[in-house]
């Protein structure tokens, strides 16, 4: 059984930052040796990939338009993902789901994912 779950979702005003935090264990899951992505779901809209960290913590980002606004970090030792988001907008209103992608490199396919956690931005 492998668990993914996050935390750090609220509500927020329009400018300011954030941080979601992941983790996730189980006897299937090396957290170390695995990928760690974040994906988010707008309000009538599919999910789609935001930005993911490899087992050698490179960065990849699923939206290029987040460069700048959106960070991405990982603690082994605390089998953590962190999601650091600035300036946030009205529209970064989602709900975030983290996701263990898969082993040692980023991809578009997830092994395993966490329940989600709400995140909504006012003006």
């Known amino acids: 059984l492998v668990q993914v779950e996050e935390s750090g979702g609220r509500l927020v005003q329009a400018g300011e930052s954030l941080t979601l935090n992941c983790t996730a264990s189980?006897?299937?899951?090396?957290?170390?040796?695995?990928?760690m992505g974040w994906f988010r779901q707008a309000p009538g809209k599919d999910r789609k990939g935001v930005l993911c960290i490899s087992s050698r913590s490179a960065i990849t980002y699923y939206d290029d338009s987040l460069k700048g606004r959106f960070t991405i970090s990982r603690e082994n030792a605390k089998n953590t993902v962190y999601l650091q988001m600035n300036s946030l907008q009205p529209e970064d209103t989602a709900i975030y789901y983290c996701a263990a992608v898969q082993p040692y490199h980023c991809g578009r396919d997830v092994d395993y994912w966490g329940r989600g956690t709400q995140v909504t931005v006012s003006s």
């Open positions: 189980g006897r299937a899951l090396s957290f170390e040796d695995y990928a």
